[in-house]
Every structure is written in C-alpha cells, then in structure tokens.
Nanobody, 111 residues
Framework: QAQVVESGGGSVQPGESLRLACTTS????????MSWYRQAPGKQREWVAN???DYIESVKGRFTVSRDTGKNTLYLQMNSLRTEDTGTYYC?????????WGQGTQVTVSS
C-alpha cells in the first residue's frame, strides 16, 4: 500500500510564503495524477491544485505545483499567503482505482 506524507506547514503572516512537500513511498511517476486539497475549520475539503497543472481561481498566480521525481516529492509553493489560505493541506495521489491521501499538514496565516 503506497503512502503519501505531507510536510512543510506552519504559521506565517499574510504576504509570506511556505512550501509544502508531499513525499510518496513509491515511485512518484507510478501515480496517474496528484493533487493538493485543503480544509479550513468548519468547511468542506476543497481542491486547490493538481499536476496538470491547474489551480483553483483564488490561488492562481500565487501557488505553484512542481515535482522532484528523484525525491518522489510533489511540492506546493505558496506565495503571498492570505488569511483565507488557512487550513489543513492534504496531498492526494491517484493510481487506477486506488486513491491515497496523506495525513495533512497545517497552514495558519495570521497577523
């Protein structure tokens, strides 16, 4: 069973940056598709970005997805962070009919 592990979350002020990482236990190229989701307190989990790449409108121009195949790691570079970006960020990996989720990493943007 493949595993995905997120890291890189933290507490920052508005306007600052963070880079999240999602490391897979198997060759990252073996997954058909990978995505980032987030869940704010009291809200449903929402899709943020994927490896197409494509982005939710609210993060376009601020977030960038990239991948290091040598490290089996997917990144989410988040710049110009806003308070509304606060939430738990999850990595999702798809392979055939199987879906793998990480445990999430917390991002808090507050002044």
């Amino acid at each position: 069973q493949a595993q995905v592990v997120e890291s890189g979350g933290g507490s920052v002020q508005p306007g600052e940056s963070l880079r999240l990482a999602c490391t897979t236990s198997e060759n990252i190229l073996s997954f058909d598709f990978m995505s980032w989701y987030r869940q704010a307190p009291g809200k449903q989990r929402e899709w943020v970005a994927n490896t197409k790449p494509d982005y939710i409108e609210s993060v376009k121009g601020r977030f960038t997805v990239s991948r290091d195949t040598g490290k089996n790691t997917l990144y989410l570079q988040m710049n110009s962070l806003r308070t509304e970006d606060t939430g738990t960020y999850y990595c999702k990996a798809d392979r055939g009919v199987r879906i793998y989720w990480g445990q999430g990493t917390q991002v808090t943007v507050s002044s």
